[in-house]
């Protein structure tokens, strides 16, 4: 007596899937399922993935040296973008700014807000008047900038490594409406 | 038949000629990013890039502007009005300097305030070699104006858009 024959689909199927089985300690696994689930659940991920990347975590490469030492050149990162959904950035905060685009970013740190004085003399920051405290500023700095006040709808930004002439350093007033995220860790 | 044969090589002639100017034609917003590209070609000098093809670029970079182009960039006191002939002039002496440069436009946007008219934004970063082997690397935001003059578009103005205030 014969075998009823199996349809072609469900014969590629298994196929396809005896050619992708492995067996991990005795247990069957596969690496994917061809099954109408399979895909649901393939389309699903992906979507996920797409929104999560996207729009909650991007991965970012840090190229340059600017915010040495606390980020390193040519490092690897994830912008966390939901923290700024529902608050406004604070002081001492390091941020992700964008250009034009999201594709090149900038990378620095909040040392003043909207409606604060900011300056610097002979490498030591002072917001209205007051030192500020800076540990994360290890590289010898000798800046000085006369004070200038933030406006409103900006805060001012600065990297880390300050050990370079002041005019060679990308620092100022930044746009808050530019800052989307900041470095996952 | 002969005629039912020749309306239906008709249909499928006007449908191709269709096709082709929906799905094949160039759109104006394709046209400016073909010339932002090529911008960014002419400028780009690759390592051991021979004279012959410098020469080429400093000629082909000049078609990219109308006959006055304004530039106002924040370095190497570039800002002014220019001819073509000017910016040719100016790529080959500032090519002089260094060993190799490359310049790259991110994240390009497009406006059109009117038919004639395109507002053109996008980041545009320079990476290169000096001929002292310095290595340099700058980022801006650029904000270009283009206009259709004599059927192609032109660079007319091109500006830094300033994203940190000292």
């Known amino acids: ?185 | 038949m002969v005629k039912r044969t020749g309306l239906m090589i008709l249909l499928l002639a006007v449908l191709g000629a269709g096709g082709w100017y929906f799905f094949l034609r160039s759109t104006d917003r394709e046209k400016v990013l073909g010339r932002l590209s090529d911008l960014a070609e002419y400028v780009t000098k690759a390592p051991g890039e021979k004279g012959t093809g410098l020469l080429l670029k400093s000629q082909l970079i000049g078609r990219l502007f109308a006959d006055h182009c304004e530039i106002s960039v924040d370095f190497h006191n570039l800002s002014g009005t220019y001819t073509p002939e000017e910016l040719g002039a100016n790529l080959v002496r500032s090519r002089q300097f260094v060993e190799t440069i490359q310049l790259s436009f991110y994240d390009p946007s497009v406006r059109f305030p009117q038919p004639d008219t395109a507002l053109l934004d996008t980041t545009g970063q320079v990476l290169g070699k000096a001929k002292n082997g310095d290595r340099f690397r700058e980022v801006r935001e650029l904000a270009f104006t283009l206009k259709k003059i004599d059927g192609k578009w032109r660079f007319t103005a091109c500006r830094i858009r300033e994203v940190l205030r000292k």
């Open chain 1, 1 to 185: 007596m014969k075998a009823p024959r199996k349809n072609t689909s469900e014969k590629t199927t298994l196929l396809a899937g005896n050619f992708l089985r492995r067996r991990t300690g005795g247990t069957r696994f596969r690496w994917f399922d061809f099954s109408r689930k399979g895909w649901i659940r393939l389309l699903l991920v992906a979507v996920a993935a797409w929104l999560f990347f996207g729009y909650v975590a991007r991965p970012v490469y840090i190229d340059g040296g600017s915010m040495l030492p606390t980020y390193s050149d040519r490092g690897v990162n994830f912008c966390w973008m939901p923290i700024f959904w529902f608050r406004s950035p604070h002081r001492g905060q390091i941020v992700i700014a964008r250009y034009a685009g999201e594709r090149v970013m900038l990378l620095k740190r909040v040392v003043a807000l909207a409606g604060e004085e900011v300056e610097f003399r002979d490498g030591q920051l002072l917001v209205n008047g007051k030192e500020v405290k800076e540990p994360y500023v290890v590289l010898p700095c000798n800046w000085n900038l006369p004070p200038r006040r933030v406006d409103d709808g900006y805060v001012y930004v600065v990297g880390d490594n300050r050990n370079m002439p002041i005019e060679n350093h990308k620092f100022g007033q930044l746009a808050v409406s530019r800052i989307i995220g900041v470095p996952l860790w």
